[in-house]
């Protein structure tokens, strides 16, 4: 057998900040390919770029449907999305076929606090 591991097949649906993109690379336990840019990404680009990848990491943004799982095929793993609720994520489909699930549930808890104070 190889020594070498397959490095994980990542696609993100936006664009990742240098500091990010370095701490990932510094891991080096995947291979990211992302959408480059701030807007939302199209269907077109999110159904082709998913295609065949190991790992999700999306947005609440990001509507996560039977066709995008699809598109993406047996390969797909997981799925992080960066948002409070994963209501966005069509969660029974998630689970019929196995795919594990991440959410930030507490991505807001701080900007809300610090806001409240202010």
């Known amino acids: 057998t190889s020594a070498v591991q397959q490095l994980m097949k990542v696609f993100v649906t936006r664009r990742i900040p240098p500091a990010g ?24 680009e999110l159904l082709a770029g998913v295609a065949g990848k190991d790992g999700l990491l999306c947005l609440l943004s990001d509507r996560i449907d039977k066709e995008v799982l699809d598109a993406a095929g047996p390969s797909l793993k997981v799925i992080s999305t960066l948002s409070v609720g994963y209501d966005h994520l069509a969660i029974d489909e998630i689970k019929k076929r196995g795919i594990r699930v991440g959410y930030t549930p507490d991505i807001l808890t701080d900007a809300t606090a610090e806001l409240t104070v202010a």
């Open 21 to 44: 993109q370095a701490v990932l690379a510094q891991a080096g336990v995947c291979n990211i390919q992302q959408w480059d840019s701030e807007e939302p990404i199209p269907q077109a």
